[in-house]
DNA sequence: TGATGATTCGTTGTGCACAACTTGTCGGGG
DNA sequence: CCCCGACAAGTTGTGCACAACGAATCATCA
């Protein structure tokens, strides 16, 4: 089932990390649910290694804020509630803003073709929308978005928190509270919107830009989950 | 010869997060200055563990970037080059203005309580100058700043930041690079200001104070090194 | 004498067996 | 009928032995 060579080849750490995405990806487009109880010894089979260094993975992702290990209970895909959510947010404005504003470089011919390619797979998301594409795509454009500041930490923080909670967002998408179609519609406006500003080399314009398309998105995820929470409390 | 209790007690979570709070201050007080090997079969002798559960630990670091293990080598003390540098205080700057920003909270009688002790210490800190003392004094400092938000994923990025920079500053004390009673007197000052403002209860003014001494104290080790370099390249 | 290749040593990474722990179940007693 | 305690099953945490790997050393040869 698995064709990306899961298991074997290269050193330790890079072993390390093509698990650690591996299992980061599943747990952001929910292929592992929040709640999810992840089995270490299935999995270590699955991935073709033992205990040992899948627990270092795991451990990695606990530090992330992805799992959640109890003794002598199992290991759990954590669910983020919404104070969490909140404060993410705030922070994930402000630095989706430093990017344009910290080290910005203008982005290479690969980079920009690359963007163009997300366009690409954007528009054809429009005429078949799906949300596991979808959350694809969109964690692609972001991992190219944070390639226009070489400022190292700023990324990793970014990177951080956008994987901590976009899950919450595909959530509403697959709950139905939030539509699908509008949601690529607004998508795909973004990367042109922001493609626009890139390619005029204002990368402070694409940040904001960026910015203010996270706030919105926020907002509306916002305001679908209080119309729920208020009208039908614990069935 | 160590006396708080290394090894047993509590649960699997509390003595991870003590090894690692206790290995964390060792790198950041230059106890172990940056290129320092660490022995595994040692570390974990000494608190009263095995290699496993110190390897977690050590990984923890590693991923906090204080460390970095290389196969069939060693596990070494990172050092931060001038550029990493740059950038990790660039954003320092501004998560140091967010703190005033971003979910402030009035702080408890205990935490100002807290506050006062420190501007205490700093006061016998000038009487009798000592480099690891003032750097431990300085971090308590930081540990009590952050309480003044409730964003939590803020607090954990700009700990990380701090953590990972600290040390650099404490080895140009140590290096005689900046003058160690000049910083005492320009802490002592810092505490003071914030002090007055957490105390009207204007946590933004607390947060820009902060941010300023943040800067200065960031330019004036730029300068002195940049002093060093400039003068002596490579005997 | 200098260079080169095998070798030895010490270190980190891996796999496995067992300990520590929690949860759910089953039986007995009030 | 309910409650409580012991037991069993399954999970994560720990310790240990060995494999994989890199660097320094030493012997050998040109």
């Given at each position: 089932?698995?064709?990306?060579?899961?298991?074997?080849?290269?050193?330790?750490?890079?072993?390390?990390?093509?698990?650690?995405?591996?299992?980061?990806?599943?747990?952001?487009?929910?292929?592992?649910?929040?709640?999810?109880?992840?089995?270490?010894?299935?999995?270590?089979?699955?991935?073709?290694?033992?205990?040992?260094?899948?627990?270092?993975?795991?451990?990695?992702?606990?530090?992330?804020?992805?799992?959640?290990?109890?003794?002598?209970v199992g290991t759990f895909v954590t669910d983020v509630d919404l104070r969490e959510l909140v404060q993410t947010f705030r922070v994930r404005l402000?630095?989706?803003?430093?990017?344009?504003?910290?080290?910005?470089?203008?982005?290479?011919?690969?980079?920009?073709?690359?963007?163009?390619?997300?366009?690409?797979?954007?528009?054809?998301?429009?005429?078949?929308?799906?949300?596991?594409?979808?959350?694809?795509?969109?964690?692609?454009?972001?991992?190219?978005?944070?390639?226009?500041?070489?400022?190292?930490?700023?990324?990793?923080?970014?990177?951080?928190?956008?994987?901590?909670?976009?899950?919450?967002?595909?959530?509403?998408?697959?709950?139905?509270?939030?539509?699908?179609?509008?949601?690529?519609?607004?998508?795909?406006?973004?990367?042109?919107?922001?493609?626009?500003?890139?390619?005029?080399?204002?990368?402070?314009?694409?940040?904001?830009?960026?910015?203010?398309?996270?706030?919105?998105?926020?907002?509306?995820?916002?305001?679908?989950?209080?119309?729920?929470?208020?009208?039908?409390?614990?069935?």
């Open positions: 089932m698995t064709c990306e060579t899961p298991a074997t080849g290269g050193s330790a750490r890079d072993r390390f990390e093509r698990m650690h995405d591996e299992i980061r990806t599943r747990i952001c487009l929910l292929d592992y649910a929040p709640g999810t109880r992840l089995s270490e010894e299935a999995l270590a089979a699955e991935l073709g290694t033992s205990r040992t260094p899948l627990r270092r993975v795991l451990a990695r992702l606990e530090s992330e804020g992805l799992l959640q290990s109890v003794h002598g402000e630095l989706a803003e430093l990017i344009g504003r910290l080290d910005p470089v203008a982005p290479s011919a690969a980079l920009l073709a690359e963007f163009r390619v997300l366009q690409a797979r954007s528009k054809t998301l429009r005429d078949d929308p799906d949300p596991r594409r979808f959350a694809q795509i969109n964690m692609d454009f972001f991992i190219a978005l944070m390639r226009l500041t070489a400022n190292q930490p700023l990324r990793e923080m970014s990177e951080r928190l956008y994987f901590r909670t976009t899950r919450i967002w595909l959530k509403s998408i697959f709950a139905s509270l939030i539509d699908l179609k509008d949601e690529v519609e607004v998508f795909d406006r973004e990367i042109d919107d922001i493609l626009r500003a890139v390619e005029l080399g204002d990368l402070q314009a694409a940040a904001l830009i960026r910015r203010a398309h996270i706030s919105m998105s926020f907002e509306r995820m916002r305001k679908a989950a209080a119309g729920v929470t208020g009208a039908a409390v614990t069935p």
